[in-house]
């Protein structure tokens, strides 16, 4: 039962626990049997605290639970090394420590901890233990501050090499591989974040869905090659003419997603239609007479996210079914108004 839990547990979380079950039994063995009582039973209790790691996760969750339990390491940590200040400096918590703080608490609390630590044994050697540290000669200290700094140096390493593989893998994650831009669970993500902004502001927000007219029979005609050649210059002609500010995706097949920040319905329409009418006059794409057809509503305070997307999604629909590369845009006191509808969709027809 325990090595089920264990095993379902994060990789990090497995290591301090493989620390509890292996490593620190056998140095509390290690220590007791050359008369260091106090570290071997500091050690014990290390060896428990990580243990009961596991218990902490369900109401902490596994991030807190893991600082939590690593300072309580770093607090036995300093304990264990107080015993041996009249001998040489133990290699171990010099190696094994400044490794576990950073690999697993991250470059800040890690960092910190590693100093601390430091700090903690060379004033313990500079008050209580000063005679064992005259009867060390310089190589020795030199061997020890090198051996903890280079420890401390690989699990910088380390972390920097774990941030930039989440980084990529979260960014494999979010972005479409065709066209780079936010994928649907990427732009979902962004979309939650900027519902809270909403929350605290009153700003509106257009969303607009976008279609490629005809897509079909782009592929049918020319091939998938020019089709996905198509959907990445459509895409770098969408990036260049929207803000920074502003967040794009592709939403799926030939559809994409577009999020006009601080901006209201009546003036995203005025963008939009602009948009629509230079890709529509675009001569440079891999096939003739691409266009778009657009669906737009407003996002507000108090408004749900869904029932936006929604409004936007049957308004790409009535712009489809009213001609193709046109704007039908809807605000929510004109959702369900077909006349103020019809009066959006004919001041943003094809020209």
Request: proline share 2%; charged share 20%; with cysteine.
């Amino acid at each position: 039962m325990l090595l089920t839990t264990i095993f379902k547990q994060p990789a990090l979380v497995r290591l301090m626990l493989a620390m509890a079950l292996l490593i620190l039994p056998a140095v509390a063995w290690i220590d007791y049997r050359q008369g260091y009582v106090f570290s071997a039973a500091v050690e014990v209790i290390a060896a428990a605290a990580l243990v009961s790691l596991i218990l902490l996760i369900r109401p902490l969750g596994v991030r807190r639970a893991v600082r939590l339990t690593l300072l309580i390491m770093f607090v036995l940590a300093a304990l264990g090394s107080l015993e041996k200040l009249g001998s040489t400096p133990n290699f171990a918590w010099f190696t094994v420590m400044p490794f576990l703080y950073i690999a697993i608490g991250g470059l800040r609390l890690g960092g910190l901890l590693t100093l601390g630590h430091f700090l903690i044994i060379a004033l313990g050697y500079l008050t209580i233990a000063r005679p064992a540290l005259e009867s060390l000669d310089a190589g020795t200290l030199v061997q020890v501050s090198l051996a903890y700094f280079t420890a401390a140096g690989l699990a910088v390493s380390y972390a920097q090499m774990q941030r930039q593989l989440r980084a990529r893998l979260h960014r494999l994650a979010d972005h479409d591989s065709l066209t780079g831009l936010l994928n649907r669970r990427g732009m979902e993500r962004r979309l939650r974040e900027l519902s809270g902004f909403l929350r605290r502001h009153d700003v509106a927000v257009t969303l607009a869905l976008l279609d490629v007219d005809h897509f079909k029979r782009v592929n049918d005609d020319y091939g998938h090659d020019v089709g996905d050649l198509v959907l990445q210059e459509i895409s770098e002609e969408l990036r260049q003419l929207l803000r920074s500010s502003d967040y794009l995706a592709r939403w799926g097949g030939e559809e994409f997603l577009i999020a006009l920040t601080h901006t209201g319905i009546k003036d995203a329409a005025g963008v939009l239609d602009r948009l629509r009418c230079e890709i529509a006059g675009m001569k440079a794409f891999s096939a003739p007479s691409i266009t778009l057809s657009m669906g737009a509503a407003e996002w507000r305070p108090g408004t749900q996210l869904a029932g936006a997307l929604k409004q936007a999604d049957q308004a790409l629909y009535n712009a489809k079914q009213t001609g193709r590369n046109r704007l039908v845009a809807v605000s929510e006191h004109s959702a369900g108004t077909r006349a103020q509808q019809d009066s959006w969709t004919q001041a943003t027809a094809e020209t």
